[in-house]
């Protein structure tokens, strides 16, 4: 059973900085794609960025580019998103995901998904 918990949320000011973590467990994940999505209130949920557990090749939002990085620690089966610059507009529930073969963006393509960590950034 594949477990993947979300943590690292929280407050912070416009212009400041959070690191999430994504804590995977139950398989290998080397065949597996790993991708960050958030939902704000009243929104549909949202492709944020996405890597591959065995290249490390990765991909982004136009939103987020130039301001987060997605990196992963395969000793530690964990992966990261560093997001600096945050915007209020970044304000959302950020979920963790994880999906087999190739990076896509949509969130019907990911079978597995974290509780969901919340990041609020005030103006």
């Known amino acids: 059973q594949v477990q993947l918990v979300e943590s690292g949320g929280g407050l912070v000011q416009a212009g400041g900085s959070l690191r999430l973590s994504c804590a995977a467990s139950?398989?290998?994940?080397?065949?597996?794609?790993m991708g960050w999505f958030r939902q704000a209130p009243g929104k549909e949920r949202e492709f944020v960025a996405a890597?591959?557990?065995?290249?490390?090749?990765?991909y982004y939002a136009d939103s987020v580019k130039g301001r987060f990085t997605i990196s992963r620690d395969v000793a530690k089966n964990t992966v990261y998103l560093q997001m600096n610059s945050l915007k209020p507009e970044d304000t959302a529930v950020y979920y963790c995901?994880?999906?087999?073969?190739?990076?896509?963006?949509?969130?019907?393509?990911?079978?597995?998904w974290g509780q969901g960590t919340q990041v609020t950034v005030s103006s």
């Open positions: 995901a994880a999906k087999r073969g190739a990076t896509r963006v949509g969130v019907k393509e990911y079978d597995y």
């Open positions: 139950g398989r290998t994940f080397s065949s597996y794609v």
């Open positions: 890597i591959s557990w065995l290249g490390g090749s990765t």
